[in-house]
């Protein structure tokens, strides 16, 4: 745990992901511009945090760090689940001088921002209040697919990291179930991850694809969300109407499994392009689909979050929380 006070001495906050890494300084809890930068342009985190460092206009180094990182992060060390690199706190904190480096999963950025979004970043899709006190849960597809909870307690919150986005899918449609039977001819475990992603709808439509007899172009998920959301593909709408479907009933698991009466966040960069489209999507319809617990999941609202930055309100939250900034 980093326990300090920078007196005029910044702190660096990270989010890397499997395809932008982005950095910020936060100096006197004032957090300066993020610097965005493409994974593909660096071939390590060290060498891609050297250029950011190198960059910066400040003379002197910051003297503590804080990174998320999208994956599994055991012993202050992660390997990205969907890239090479590895980022490693000790390493870190070696190469570079930091007095402290704290390494978390990217998604537990997230969870520590809940408590911090406001109703102008937040789109509501369904449910009624939170229950305050309650669980709050976020999940997010994105280069992969992640998922953290924040449990409110006297003291603040507790924040759990989570790999629930590997959890095996389920279908709820024969048809469904037809798409999850073809992608396991080619992967054998279908996790949630391999739909509810951007590699993922690109399976997704492929498997579409496949089953339909049709032969549409190749196609990346921006362009599949694009021609899906335009009408101009039926192939590209299906998958992404499918897509929206089966986040919708992942999530709804996610809000029972964790009692999230708090709400249920969704984050991630796919989404954050089709906000209409989700809300009049099966995904509600879907995250309330579950038999006799209807009841319970009715009230639970899910919202959409707007905030492209949202890991770095948490990182900084987590900053004065350990006492920093």
Not at 107 to 126: H, I, K, N, T, Y
Not at 151 to 161: E, K, N, W
Request: negative net charge; hydrophobic residues 45%; charged residues 20%.
């Amino acid at each position: 745990m980093i326990k300090a006070t920078l007196e005029g001495r910044a702190a660096l906050l990270a989010d890397v992901g499997g395809t932008n890494a982005r950095f910020a300084l936060l100096t006197d809890g004032e957090l300066g511009a993020i610097t965005h930068m493409a994974v593909k342009d660096h071939a390590t985190s060290q060498e891609a945090l050297a250029a950011y460092l190198g960059a910066s206009a400040r003379a002197e180094r910051p003297a503590h760090a804080i990174l998320a990182a999208s994956g599994a992060v055991q012993n202050g060390r992660c390997a990205l689940t969907n890239n090479s690199w590895i980022v490693d706190a000790e390493e870190l904190r070696g190469a570079y001088g930091f007095s402290a480096v704290r390494l978390i999963n990217d998604f537990e950025a997230v969870a520590w921002a809940l408590p911090r979004l406001g109703p102008d970043s937040l789109l509501q899709l369904g449910g009624r209040q939170q229950v305050p006190g309650a669980p709050l849960a976020a999940i997010g597809p994105g280069t992969g697919l992640g998922m953290a909870v924040s449990i409110p307690h006297p003291g603040g919150q507790i924040v759990l990291a989570s790999e629930g986005g590997h959890a095996t899918l389920a279908g709820g449609s024969l048809r469904e179930d037809a798409v999850i039977e073809h992608l396991r001819q080619r992967f054998g475990h279908v996790s949630a991850e391999r739909i509810l992603s951007g590699a993922g709808l690109e399976n997704l439509y492929d498997a579409l694809a496949c089953i339909d007899g049709a032969t549409p172009p190749k196609r990346r998920a921006s362009d599949i969300t694009r021609a899906g959301i335009e009408g101009t593909c039926p192939i590209s709408r299906s998958a992404v109407d499918m897509f929206c479907a089966m986040l919708g009933s992942v999530a709804g698991n996610l809000a029972l499994a964790l009692n999230a009466r708090g709400g249920i966040f969704i984050g991630g960069g796919i989404l954050r392009h089709l906000p209409d489209y989700l809300a009049a999507s099966q995904f509600r319809q879907r995250f309330e689909e579950k038999g006799r617990l209807r009841k319970f999941l009715e009230p639970i609202p899910a919202y959409l979050t707007l905030d492209d930055d949202v890991a770095f309100v948490g990182l900084r939250n987590l900053m004065e929380v350990e006492g920093i900034g």
